[in-house]
């Protein structure tokens, strides 16, 4: 090849009746023009062969991360590749030697091969960025299918940018005229100024190990930060950002770092319960606390859901009084029952009628340990977690009856209407059991007293 282009061209050329340096000139030109055609061609060709033969063996593979990487053209990059080497290599042997040109030779070469140079590093960065993108996408993939919530993507873009990085010292070598050595030398002395210009990156990259290697969270998780006004559901990591989509549709975006550094709540244990958390009180007025006379109680007898436990009740006490022969004339002698401890009981037996029956069985799908719940009996709050209400300690704003309790669903709305329906029905038999709701005057009530 390189007699034909030195001697055997050039021959030809002059037979057509072209002598002297002109005739090396065309010599040249025609080199030029066939190195540019034969690169194009060889582009064609490598991409017509990476595309179609390619496309067809992907196609016969029952295996679909391979489909990734070819929508990604990943592999079509490569054929960008060939036509810069045929450049680099021929460029050389258009120009003859000991013939006056306009320019200096060698220098327009090596200008010519240090562009290839640096055009064939930017495709290798491409693909490799191609590569990791397609690598990201398919990691999500498989890590859905078998249920992995370790996120890669932090990883991925600090190989990117390591790999950018190394690439730009190559650029800046060439362009310097300098050893890539030299250049890696010299960035010691510039360490404190990438450490500042990367700090939130260099944050985020310890924060992101840091949550994928606790599981703190992971993208579909449910997490409250009040102090960043982030409550919603994770729908991207990155490497140097978190991004919540929030309840009323707005997207917060939160320093990874933050997540390391400040407190959030991950609600995700909840969701996989399959229960939410009831905790609330009502106060009630210390004053209309008492013991249950003979009219009360004969009226609690005929509630459904106390009418057993006061039935088992007052037979107890009336057991207990006769054995230590107690004077029932007096209130304050012996055992009684309170319309304070028969309301909180009243709650209790009512939460749990209202109990949703749930079996748990542990086993193996896919190869791997899950739970599977199965509902036996229906109902709005959960057997198999804690039931419990309890007298806490009185307050300036009464006695607190805090209730305890799992409703047996995780979604929002139908949660709020559990608990909703809960309290109305609480607050409206109150008043059945002759105590009152605590609660401050307001005008209205001191305009009664005026009256």
């Known amino acids: 090849m390189e007699q034909f282009l030195k001697a055997d061209l050039l021959n030809a050329i002059k037979e057509l009746g072209i002598e002297g340096s002109m005739a090396h000139i065309v010599r040249t030109v025609v080199i030029i023009f066939a190195i540019g055609l034969i690169s194009v061609l060889a582009n064609f060709i490598t991409k017509r062969i990476i595309t179609k033969y390619l496309r067809i063996i992907i196609k016969k593979t029952k295996n679909e991360i391979d489909d990734i990487y070819y929508e990604k053209n990943v592999f079509s990059l490569l054929s960008h590749i060939v036509p810069a080497l045929i450049i680099y290599f021929f460029v050389p042997m258009a120009f003859s030697n000991g013939i006056h040109y306009p320019f200096e030779v060698n220098k327009a070469i090596a200008v010519v091969q240090d562009l290839t140079y640096i055009y064939i590093i930017i495709i290798i960065l491409q693909f490799i960025n191609s590569f990791l993108s397609a690598t990201n996408l398919a990691y999500a993939k498989i890590s859905e299918k078998k249920n992995i919530h370790l996120s890669i993507k932090g990883y991925i873009q600090v190989l990117k940018i390591l790999f950018i990085i190394i690439g730009i010292i190559l650029i800046a070598s060439v362009i310097l005229d300098k050893k890539p050595d030299t250049i890696f030398a010299g960035l010691g002395a510039m360490a404190a100024?990438?450490?500042?210009?990367?700090?939130?990156?260099?944050l985020g990259f310890v924060a992101g190990v840091q949550l994928s290697a606790y599981n703190m969270m992971k993208v579909g998780d449910w997490i409250s930060m009040p102090t960043r006004n982030a409550?919603?559901?994770?729908?991207d990591i990155s490497l140097s950002t978190v991004k919540v989509q929030n309840f009323d549709k707005t997207i917060t975006t939160i320093p990874t770092y933050a997540l390391v550094t400040e407190s959030f709540t991950n609600w995700e244990g909840?969701?996989?319960?399959?229960?939410?958390?009831?905790?609330?009180?009502?106060y009630i007025d210390l004053n209309t606390v008492k013991f249950v006379d003979e009219v009360?109680?004969?009226?609690?007898?005929?509630?459904?859901?106390?009418?057993?436990?006061?039935?088992?009740?007052v037979k107890e006490i009336n057991e207990y009084n006769s054995q230590k022969n107690t004077n029932n004339l007096e209130h304050i002698n012996?055992?009684?029952?309170?319309?304070?401890?028969?309301?909180?009981?009243?709650?209790?037996?009512?939460?749990?009628?209202?109990?949703?029956?749930?079996?748990?069985?542990q086993t193996f799908i896919n190869g791997k340990l899950t739970t599977v719940r199965t509902v036996l009996k229906e109902g709005k709050f959960l057997s198999n977690q804690t039931l419990v209400v309890r007298q806490l300690e009185p307050t300036e704003k009464g006695l607190p009856i805090e209730i305890y309790a799992f409703a047996s669903t995780t979604a929002w709305a139908e949660f709020e209407s559990i608990q909703s329906d809960l309290f109305d029905h609480i607050l409206a038999v109150v008043p059945e059991f002759e105590l009152r709701i605590f609660q401050n005057p307001s005008g209205q009530d001191f305009k009664r007293l005026n009256s």
């Open 193 to 202: 100024i990438l450490l500042l210009i990367f700090k939130d990156t260099i």
């Open 231 to 235: 409550d919603g559901t994770v729908i």
């Open 270 to 282: 909840m969701q996989n319960s399959g229960g939410r958390r009831i905790k609330r009180s009502i």
């Open 296 to 313: 009360l109680l004969e009226k609690f007898k005929k509630i459904d859901v106390l009418s057993e436990y006061i039935s088992q009740k």
């Open 334 to 361: 012996g055992r009684k029952l309170t319309n304070i401890g028969t309301f909180r009981k009243y709650i209790e037996l009512y939460l749990q009628s209202k109990l949703a029956l749930i079996d748990e069985k």
